[in-house]
Structure formats: C-alpha cells, structure tokens
C-alpha cells in the first residue's frame, strides 16, 4: 500500500505571542507545511517513507518522514479496514482506486487524526533540530 501525505502543521498561535526559541519553530513549521510531502509505502509489514516534494533541507526532510513513521503503525489498520470496506460495497475497485475515497468519511477523519498524531512529533523534531543548529553555531 502507498498513501502519500502532506506534511500538516498549521499553528493555532501567531509566531509573535511566543517566546523567540517557539517563534522561530512555528515560523519553521509553517514553511515547511507548503513545501514538504512524503510518501509511505508499507510491503511485506515493512514502512518505508520517502520524500516527494523536499524542503531543501534534508534534516527537515527525515523530521517529516520520521513522524509519519512514528504515527503510521497506529493508522495503517483502520486505513486498511475502511478500504476493504470501500472495495465490498464497490465504491471503489482496487486499493489503487484510493485517492478517490480521501475526501469521504471515515477517511477525512482519519487524516484529521493523523495529522494530529503527526504535528507534535513534527514541532518536537523541530525544535531539537533548531537547537542542535544553534549549539553547532549554525
């Protein structure tokens, strides 16, 4: 199975009510939320990630991916059960037919709820690697 993700991490907070180590992670966040897109693939009860559309940076680039590895354990059975479902009432025929079914319910909410599993993960990987910059003088 392959799903490919936009990266998903808009800021509830304006980057200016936060002190300046949180500014310049949510600033970062955002920037990244339009340039960065990866793509699982799972065979043989193996998950891979690879990147689609990079940010140029390949440390951002592996944060990405990583915290859609991290989530992706927990959303692939639900995603799998609800496209078997999708296939026995013929809304679709093949899991190739996917992309179609992305915008119908229980797919949206699942998006919903992995973008929420994903976006903490994607600020904490951030934010270390901001700090890893500045400790290098980066």
């Given at each position: 199975?392959?799903?490919?993700?936009?990266?998903?991490?808009?800021?509830?907070?304006?980057?200016?009510?936060?002190?300046?180590?949180?500014?310049?992670?949510?600033?970062?966040?955002?920037?990244?939320?339009?340039?960065?897109?990866?793509?699982?693939?799972?065979?043989?009860?193996?998950?891979?990630?690879?990147?689609?559309?990079?940010?140029?940076?390949?440390?951002?680039?592996?944060?990405?991916?990583?915290?859609?590895?991290?989530?992706?354990?927990?959303?692939?059975?639900?995603?799998?059960?609800?496209?078997?479902?999708?296939?026995?009432?013929?809304?679709?025929?093949?899991?190739?037919?996917?992309d179609k079914t992305n915008r119908r319910p229980p797919f949206r909410k699942m998006?919903?709820?992995?973008?929420?599993?994903?976006?903490?993960?994607?600020?904490?990987?951030?934010?270390?690697?901001?700090?890893?910059?500045?400790?290098?003088?980066?």
């Open positions: 199975m392959i799903l490919a993700v936009a990266l998903m991490s808009a800021q509830a907070v304006t980057a200016s009510a936060l002190p300046a180590d949180d500014a310049e992670i949510v600033v970062t966040a955002r920037r990244l939320s339009n340039r960065w897109s990866g793509q699982i693939t799972t065979e043989n009860n193996e998950n891979t990630c690879k990147t689609i559309r990079s940010t140029g940076d390949d440390e951002f680039d592996t944060i990405g991916c990583t915290a859609m590895l991290k989530c992706w354990p927990e959303f692939f059975p639900r995603i799998e059960t609800a496209l078997k479902a999708e296939i026995a009432t013929g809304r679709i025929k093949t899991r190739a037919d996917m998006w919903v709820d992995m973008g929420k599993c994903i976006q903490p993960k994607i600020r904490d990987g951030i934010r270390a690697e901001i700090k890893r910059r500045k400790a290098d003088g980066k």
